[in-house]
């Protein structure tokens, strides 16, 4: 699954730094030295009690290294700064360790036909461990401490300096990641010590890793400085997405603001409800007649309420600039969008809000709140100014309250992950980089395995915020250059069968005709594979025929279904796709509720 990156990743990798450091000391793994005390007695007496000895102390020092470590990671884990005296005592161990293995007849053993692989290995580890220790891990603290330290965003301004700062330590700790990770490629592939080799395989596969999440980072702070208008003014759309209402990009846009940045100032203005932005007579962009086959009888580029039935990011957004350029005549940069789900975890880390009425506004009742029990005691007209409200009083905590830096970057980088922050740019070399770094919310075209659920509500209703989805993508064997697949999909309306509010289960789709209280209506689209085709499909055990559009390269099979409250129904779709040994892609849908995803796949055999 394609997991997605934002600016906290710079400090994750700080922490990532320290358990990357940990794992290649633990003591499991350098019981392996004692082997190399067996292959002595090619040595003279001397010089094997000798070299025993070194053997010895670079499993301790390094077993100590560990214990320092892991002391140094926890204070990090608390956000609180690490002493001197703890990077000293790691640096004292390491530099213990690199010593011992670097001796003269450590050297000469190395030359010998059974003792030298494993020496090697294990000085290249002691060698990797020290530059660890003495490079990486002291900038990682650095990085670390200056997003815990001071505030990133203080009175209404991002410190544009300091990630500047962050962005150049972040590409030197990259180069140092890639230094070590190179003499670690240089080591012996099999010393016949199986520990041994783990050991170096694993500590190989971190850096590795490490160095990749150090460059995203990087990348990432680097795209920061022009989107907060680090060299001029920069305007944007910000929506706010009620995925009680689902949508393709996650839920109806029923708040939205503008939000205007300055070399590093931010304001956020205009605040309104989705019925201030009026619908067009004519469609405020073009998308091509593929877009136009599958949304323009929903006239999805004219007004809000369709405005994000696909679930490519990009296109809602144009359209969203569209209708506020159509509507005022201002010419905006680029959109971001957030919903309720994304509003709780800034929560976390700014506090609780008091809204106008005296509300209290908490991480962990606004999900609730503002899409369901809200509907319980305010009219229409009511529950959009309290949205309103919402967000007005959020962007105020988070722009001009004392918080915690490292927890408002940790709660970023779980909305960009999920798809609770996605950001579009009008600039194309911007909008690239966003898409880089995971924040793009586009389809990607690609080919290979591919799954991604997407539902839309297609009664008028707000019951989304109980439904429920699974979805398991079965992958079969490949024979002929293709290979058969099940996608199977869960839907349960979790909703009570009684006492929901007129709002919440109203039927707008078919206003005329009875239906049972708590139902709901939803249009279900799987994007499946590029070059998939349908080979047949059920619906609750039943056969099913599915509709088949295009989009963004891949084929769209869909179907409508109704949810009774309480019930649940299944969707298998079959499919043969085209053999590929690419890893298998299955993108989430922000909703209320997350989906529970499961991938099973038999590899292809070349």
């Known amino acids: 699954m394609k997991a997605g990156k934002d600016p906290a990743r710079s400090r994750n990798a700080a922490v990532e730094s320290a358990r990357a450091f940990a794992a290649l000391m633990s003591r499991r793994r350098h019981r392996a030295f004692l082997w190399v005390v067996g292959a002595v007695g090619l040595f003279s007496a001397a010089s094997t009690g000798f070299l025993v000895w070194e053997v010895r102390t670079v499993q301790s020092s390094l077993a100590a290294a560990q214990v320092a470590t892991d002391r140094l990671q926890a204070e990090m884990d608390r956000h609180r700064r690490p002493s001197a005296e703890e990077l000293d005592d790691i640096r004292k161990h390491t530099a213990a360790a690199r010593v011992a293995a670097g001796t003269p007849v450590w050297s000469v053993a190395e030359h010998l036909p059974l003792m030298g692989p494993p020496l090697r290995s294990a000085r290249g580890l002691s060698v990797a461990a020290d530059e660890m220790a003495t490079g990486v891990l002291p900038e990682a603290v650095r990085l670390h401490q200056m997003f815990a330290s001071g505030q990133m965003v203080h009175h209404g301004r991002v410190d544009l300096r300091r990630f500047a700062a962050a962005t150049n330590l972040l590409g030197k700790v990259h180069r140092q990641l890639t230094g070590i990770e190179t003499g670690l490629h240089g080591l012996p592939g099999s010393t016949a010590v199986g520990r041994l080799d783990l050991a170096r395989q694993r500590l190989s596969g971190r850096v590795a890793r490490l160095a990749d999440s150090v460059l995203e980072a990087e990348a990432t702070t680097r795209l920061l400085m022009p989107l907060l208008g680090a060299s001029g003014p920069r305007h944007y759309f910000l929506a706010f997405q009620n995925n009680a209402e689902a949508r393709g990009t996650g839920g109806l846009v029923g708040t939205f603001g503008i939000l205007t940045a300055d070399r590093g100032r931010i304001t956020l203005h205009d605040f309104a409800s989705d019925d201030m932005l009026p619908r067009t007579t004519t469609p405020v962009a073009n998308f091509g007649p593929t877009f136009d086959r599958r949304y323009g009888a929903a006239e999805s580029a004219q007004g809000l309420a369709n405005s994000n039935l696909s679930a490519h990011f990009p296109y809602a957004a144009q359209i969203w600039v569209g209708l506020w350029q159509r509507h005022t005549g201002q010419r905006l940069d680029g959109a971001i969008a957030t919903d309720p789900v994304g509003l709780a975890r800034v929560l976390k880390a700014t506090g609780p809000v008091r809204l106008p009425d005296g509300k209290r506004l908490t991480a962990e009742n606004t999900v609730e709140l503002t899409e369901s029990t809200l509907y319980a005691s305010y009219s ?60 793009a919310g586009d389809v990607p075209e690609r080919t290979g395995p591919f799954a991604y659920l997407v539902v839309n509500n297609s009664a008028g209703n707000k019951m989304d915020y109980h439904l429920r989805r699974s979805l398991t993508y079965e992958l079969g064997p490949c024979a002929g250059g293709t290979r058969s697949s099940v ?107 997350p989906q529970t995803t499961k991938v099973r796949i038999q590899p292809c055999v070349k």
């Open 380 to 439: 229409n007209i009511e529950r959009k100014r309290f949205l309103v409200q919402v967000a007005q009083s959020v962007a105020t905590a988070l722009l001009h309250r004392h918080h915690d830096s490292v927890a408002l970057l940790h709660a970023l980088r779980q909305n960009a992950t999920d798809g609770r922050l996605r950001v579009w740019s009008r600039d194309a070399p911007t909008e690239s980089a966003l898409e880089e770094a995971g924040l």
């Open 487 to 593: 996608v199977r999909i869960r839907l349960t309306n979790a909703a009570p069968a009684a006492g929901l509010p007129a709002l919440v289960a109203l039927r707008s789709d078919d206003p005329r005709r009875s239906h049972v209280p708590g139902s709901t209506s939803i249009w279900l689209s799987l994007y499946a594979s590029s070059g998939a085709r349908f080979t047949g499909g059920t619906l609750d055990g039943r056969r099913l025929l599915l509709s088949s559009t295009e989009e963004r390269g891949h084929p769209v099979f869909g179907t409508q279904l109704e949810l009774l409250p309480g019930q649940t129904r299944e969707v298998d779709i079959r499919l043969l796709e085209q053999a590929s040994d690419r890893p298998p892609v299955v993108p989430l849908q922000p909703l209320a509720r």
